[in-house]
Each structure stands twice: as structure tokens, then as C-alpha cells.
């Protein structure tokens, strides 16, 4: 009697301590999904990492769990991303004190006010040197806290806010910040990314993009940096035993205003309720295999020629028969010259057909303004370079004045296509697929912003009565005269115009 009195004392003490680590050890119990651990392996490359959201799928987690390793020097063996065999000096940043409390404090330290709950968040209970020092202005709020490093040093951690604006977070010299979820105020983001600059440190920023294409948004999906990368992380990417179940996922999503539900449900950047395109994406795009097409279907291309802004370029082809156009491929690039567009051309030509092309291409009306430093018409630039541009701006067919040019007829055009099933998109064209997902209107008229590969793909939309088959396409050598058998008669001649790129007479 007395041994089993014994085995029970001893399996309940075996108990108690199980779930003691579990409490105050929390980190070892912690498993990734495979978009955090995807996040925690951009670490090895990035200094600027962005994780895109939803809501209550886990970002806050992800970052607390990840700078809890830094601050411990504790790596689990399968650890994909950074290391540091040192102690770190970092920072854990967010709206508001209350807000750093609720969240990021309570992810890494426990629930603020509990005493028995101090250390049950992703720091382990006994790393912690000290008392945490506490912050003035909120209740059970800390400043700093101090934690033991594995190397024998003691790593340091500052919870800050954006609300004390951006001269508040000047100074310091930091190996890791962590922004939880975006600030207003753009600089406060600069600032942050100012700390780092001198260790080879790293930025992490986990938000709900319900700012919508804000400055911070467009920086990690817009704008290339071999410095900088972003995850999304949608409700779709939690495996089927992960904390949210597949049958509860949809009323979820249900219940969250039809604008919100993209943010809130895949942290795509919210574009309230003036959303242009709706139709699914999954009715858009397509596998394509342009060689495969008929030769007799109709071929151009399309350009934004990007003054101020990355210039676009888009392959188009139509289907006569069924009135159906295809996006095939794109370009878009920064700061580079018509030269460089050209050979970029030339190159996708190459990857796509096996050989150089010449389509006939649309460009936009300002594409015919001087350019400042060679006087030339901008349009000619890329003519004198072989590129075989259309003789004229791109506008809508039978119509003239300001609705020949019109944007919006452009875009209800595209938008009626896409409903009716007679525009498809390559799934290879990112760019034009996420300037898709992100076009908009705001208070009635469209945000005409980071819209560079949907207006070339819209040009070369406006001009395909000026398209030509493939094989047209392929034998033409500029500055000469049609193949044999090419354009129209009219009076007895085949010549087309000096100067023209398609058959005035025909209109093709």
C-alpha cells in the first residue's frame, strides 16, 4: 500500500513539473506553422522583414517567439533563420503603451498584473535578470527588461511607442527592433530602421494591413531592395490541426466587413470599399504556352513609359474567334533607360518565343512630350531603338475628344472582360496580378498609383485593333516594307504610309 502511496506522490510531483516547464518554458512548447517558420528563414538574408496578416492567425506570436530566441540565444535544432551568439540590445515597439502591454509584453513576459503569470510567455521564467523596470503613464507596463543570454551575457529589451513620435527613438544603437503592426507616422518607421544601420541588425514588422497601400505597405510589396522582403500569411495557411479549424474558417471570414475580409482574413492591404476588379482571380488566370496559340490570332504589346514613376511593359494576344485577349508576360523596373527597356524586351522575347520579336506597341499620350535631356520625343527614344511603335497614342476605337483617351472606359472595358470571361491573365505576370488586387477608388475616382503594368496592358487593350498575327510579327525588320502579301490594297497599292506602323486604310 505504502509503494503505490509513493508511485502516486512521485507521478504527481513528475506531473507538477511537466506542467511547470510547460508554463515557464513556453518556447520549447511552441511549433510554427510553415508561413512563420518561411518568415523566421527570411532572417538569413533581410534586414527589413515584413509579415502581412490576418487577424488571429498568429503574427504577434511569430515575432515575440522569434525575439525571444535573439534576447535568450536558445534556437530550436530545425532553427531556419539568424542566430546570434552574443547578447542583443533590441527594441519591442507599438501604438501605445497600453497596446505594447497587451501585446508584445504579454507575448514574451505573461499577463501584466499576474504575478504567478510572470514568465509563462515566450521568455523562459528563469532568464530573467532581475525585476523588469516599469514604465510611467500605464499600470503593469514595463520599460525594460534584462535576460540571461546563453553566451553568460545579459541581453536587453525596450518596450517603446510610436506615440512618443520619432525624436523618442533617436539615440540608441540596436541589433533587433520588432514593429508590432504599422505606425501613421512613416519617419517613425525610418527611425527604427536607423537603429539598426550600424550593427547589420535587423528590422521585423507584423501587421494587419488595414492602413490599406500605405507608405510602408508599398515599400515591401512595391519596391525592390536585396535588403528587404515580406510574408503573407492568410487564414488559408493554418494547417488543418492548427488553433483555427478548416469548417469555422468561412464563418470567420463572414463575419468581417466585405472590405475588411481580404485584410482581415489574408493580410492583403485594405482598399475599403472602392475595390475595382472583383472578379476572382482564380476566373483570370491561366497556364499559357504562347507557341502554342494559333498563328492567325492577333499579337501587340503595350507600354507606361514611367516618368515619375517604373516603367510597364505587357505582351498582349487576341483570340479572334472568341473575342478573348490574353495578358502573356510583363515588365517592370526602376530608374533605368529606354536602352535598358529595350534589351530587357529583347530578353523576354528570347525566354518566350526563341527568337526577337517585333509587336506592334501602344504607348501612352505623354509618351509623345520631348525628353528634357535629348529633345526627342520620348516615343522615339524606343522607335530608334527597333522597337516598332504605333504611330499614334493609345486610344479607344470610334471615339474622339476626351473619351478617346479615357481611363475609366479603359478600365469598365477590362472589368467587363474580366466578368464575362474574355480577358485572362498568364500566371507567370506577379505585377500585374498584384496591382490588380490593390487598384482602387477613393471618394469616387480611381488612385491612379502603382497602376504601372495594368496601364500598359490597358494601351495595348485600347490599340488591338492595331495588333498583327504572329507570323507578321516575327518577319518584320524595321524600316522596311510589310513581308510579301502583307497590308492592304487600296488603289491597286500595298505600300503603307512613310512613317506609320500599321495600315492606315485597314486600321489594322
Given amino acids: 500500500m505504502s509503494s503505490d502511496v509513493e508511485l502516486g506522490r512521485l507521478a504527481a510531483e513528475i506531473e507538477a513539473a511537466g506542467s511547470e516547464q510547460r508554463r515557464y518554458r513556453a518556447m520549447d512548447w511552441f511549433r510554427p506553422y510553415p508561413k512563420q517558420a518561411q518568415f523566421y528563414a527570411t532572417g ?18 511569430s515575432a515575440a517567439y522569434e525575439l525571444a530566441c535573439h534576447l535568450t540565444g536558445i534556437y530550436s535544432p530545425d532553427w531556419p533563420g539568424r542566430k546570434w551568439d552574443r547578447p542583443v540590445r533590441c527594441w519591442a515597439v507599438g501604438e501605445n503603451l497600453k497596446m505594447v502591454r497587451d501585446i508584445a509584453q504579454r507575448k514574451l513576459c ?23 523596470v516599469l514604465a510611467r503613464g500605464e499600470a503593469n507596463a514595463y520599460d525594460t527588461i534584462q535576460v ?18 520619432q525624436q523618442a527613438l533617436q539615440g540608441e544603437t540596436l541589433d533587433c527592433v520588432w514593429l508590432d503592426e504599422e505606425p501613421s507616422d512613416y519617419s517613425v518607421y525610418t ?15 507584423t501587421f494587419t494591413p488595414l492602413k490599406g497601400m500605405s507608405e510602408i505597405s508599398a515599400r515591401y510589396r512595391n519596391e525592390f531592395s536585396p535588403d528587404r522582403t515580406y510574408v503573407q500569411f492568410g487564414i488559408a495557411d493554418i494547417p488543418a490541426d492548427g488553433h483555427i479549424k478548416p469548417e469555422d474558417r468561412a464563418m470567420i471570414v463572414d463575419g468581417y466587413p466585405a472590405h475588411e475580409r481580404d485584410a482581415r482574413s489574408k493580410g492583403e492591404p485594405m482598399l475599403g470599399s472602392g475595390k475595382i476588379y472583383q472578379t476572382p482571380e482564380s476566373l483570370i488566370i491561366e497556364d499559357v504556352n504562347p507557341l502554342e496559340f494559333p498563328t492567325y490570332w492577333r499579337w501587340g504589346a503595350g ?13 498582349l494576344c487576341h483570340d479572334i474567334d472568341q473575342d478573348v485577349l490574353h495578358i502573356v508576360a510583363e515588365l517592370r523596373v526602376s530608374d533605368q533607360t529606354p536602352g535598358q527597356h529595350f534589351a530587357l524586351i529583347r530578353a523576354l522575347e528570347m525566354r518566350l518565343f526563341g527568337r526577337h520579336m517585333n509587336f506592334p506597341m501602344a504607348w501612352p499620350a505623354d509618351a509623345g512630350t520631348r525628353d528634357k535631356g535629348s529633345g526627342e520625343p520620348v516615343k ?39 466578368k464575362n470571361g474574355k480577358l485572362k491573365v498568364s500566371r507567370s505576370c506577379i505585377c500585374y496580378l498584384e496591382e490588380r488586387r490593390l487598384y482602387h477608388r477613393k471618394d469616387g475616382e480611381i488612385v491612379r498609383l502603382r497602376d504601372d503594368v495594368l496601364a500598359a496592358a490597358r494601351y495595348g487593350i485600347m490599340m488591338r485593333r492595331f495588333f498583327k498575327p504572329f507570323s507578321e510579327c516575327d518577319s518584320w525588320v524595321t524600316g522596311a516594307a510589310w513581308p510579301s502579301g502583307g497590308g492592304a490594297r487600296r488603289g491597286g497599292s500595298s505600300e503603307l504610309a512613310r512613317g506609320v506602323d500599321f495600315d492606315v486604310f485597314t486600321g489594322s
Fill in 191 to 205: 527611425e527604427c530602421l536607423t537603429r539598426i544601420s550600424a550593427t547589420g541588425g535587423m528590422l521585423l514588422i
Fill in 110 to 132: 505573461g499577463e501584466p498584473g499576474n504575478v504567478e503569470a510572470f514568465g509563462s510567455g515566450m521568455i523562459p521564467k528563469a532568464a530573467f535578470v532581475g525585476d523588469p
Fill in 380 to 418: 522615339n527614344l524606343y522607335r530608334q531603338y527597333g522597337l516598332r511603335m504605333m504611330s499614334e497614342s493609345a486610344t479607344h476605337a470610334n471615339l474622339k475628344g476626351a473619351a478617346a483617351n479615357s481611363l475609366e472606359g479603359g478600365v469598365q472595358e477590362i472589368d467587363l472582360r474580366e
Fill in 148 to 165: 540571461r543570454h546563453k553566451s553568460g551575457g545579459v541581453s536587453i529589451l525596450k518596450f517603446k511607442t510610436y506615440q512618443a513620435g
Fill in 44 to 61: 538569413q538574408r533581410f534586414r527589413e522583414r515584413g509579415l502581412f496578416a490576418g487577424n488571429q492567425l498568429g503574427k504577434s506570436e
Fill in 303 to 315: 507600354m507606361d513609359i514611367g516618368i515619375d514613376h517604373p516603367w510597364g511593359y505587357a505582351i
